[in-house]
């Protein structure tokens, strides 16, 4: 490592490096320096974590050490680890992530899987995905949902590449079109959807500047910045929505934790829609808004 001199290790086997690493980061205040060091360890030596256990005596050499060096190098500087090692799991599947797109969240995994109930038992369902990034959602609903024919859309071509590449990887990619554009704009006129998904942009400017560094130096500001109240997408959502929507189609939006009154106020005012339920993450919190065409 940079500091290799300064410490005591004169063999730098796997566990060494771990156990080096693990202490430096969390020196620089890394939330979980274990499991980053193993992550950007297992990446340069292109082995699982379960590897490096069981290579814990093996000495990497000086080349893997020199990448590793930089990788963590990287990290102290505030370079999330998805974007050092390329992917990010999110249902069950690895993802393709680039500076280009959002990072995928656990936490979105609640509205994948409210769009698969609401899809059981529907033949062929068509789903349009607003604001697809790593196209996650889309991609995921797609892996999930065999006959599910999906629309994603995109205002940044750079992340449309990278839905695009992550649809092919995982098999869907003759079930998915991609479209540049914001928002509803790029759809063709008259398309109506059994379901209708975002993870749209909903940080406030105030929430911005507390956003840890990773996420707010180095994640695309255009898939975070909500406007001046972190409304602003659902308004545009609600508005359009009822048009692209089937009989009896749904629209599922994530929120942030202390949106849901809002969100939901947004939804209400539009009367053509019927709110569901919110739907709450894995740690009991608002996570998606629900609505039918009424």
Excluded at 253 to 268: H, L, T, Y
Aim: charged share 25%; proline share 6%.
């Amino acid at each position: 490592m940079a500091t290799e001199t300064t410490l005591q290790p004169t063999v730098w086997t796997i566990k060494a490096l771990l156990q080096w690493t693990t202490d430096f980061l969390k020196s620089k205040a890394v939330e979980s320096p274990r499991l980053e060091a193993q992550i950007l360890l297992a990446h340069v030596m292109a082995c699982t974590k379960i590897d490096l256990v069981a290579r814990s005596d093996e000495r990497p050499s000086e080349a893997e050490r020199t990448r590793f060096r930089e990788l963590i190098r990287q990290r102290t500087e505030g370079w999330p680890v998805a974007y050092l090692v390329g992917k990010r799991e999110f249902y069950l599947l690895s993802f393709e992530v680039t500076p280009a797109v959002l990072i995928p969240r656990p936490d979105t995994e609640t509205l994948v899987l409210e769009a698969l109930r609401l899809l059981k038992g529907k033949v062929a369902p068509t789903v349009l995905d607003l604001g697809t990034g790593s196209g996650c959602i889309a991609v995921s609903i797609a892996h999930q949902a065999k006959t599910a024919r999906m629309t994603a859309v995109d205002i940044s071509p750079d992340a449309l590449a990278v839905a695009k590449r992550n649809a092919a990887v995982h098999g869907v990619a003759d079930r998915v079109q991609f479209h540049t554009g914001d928002l509803f704009n790029p759809v063709e006129a008259g398309s109506t959807f059994d379901l209708v998904v975002s993870n749209p942009p909903y940080i406030t400017p105030g929430e911005m500047a507390d956003l840890p560094r990773d996420v707010r130096e180095h994640e695309p500001r255009i898939a975070l910045d909500g406007g001046p109240d972190g409304l602003a997408f659902y308004r545009r959502i609600a508005a359009d929505v009822g048009r692209f929507l089937k009989p009896g189609g749904a629209v599922l939006v994530e929120i942030g934790f202390a949106q849901d009154e809002s969100v939901r106020a947004i939804f209400e005012a539009r009367p053509e829609l019927k709110l569901s339920a919110t739907i709450k993450d894995m740690a009991g919190r608002p996570r998606v808004v629900s609505a039918r065409l009424a």
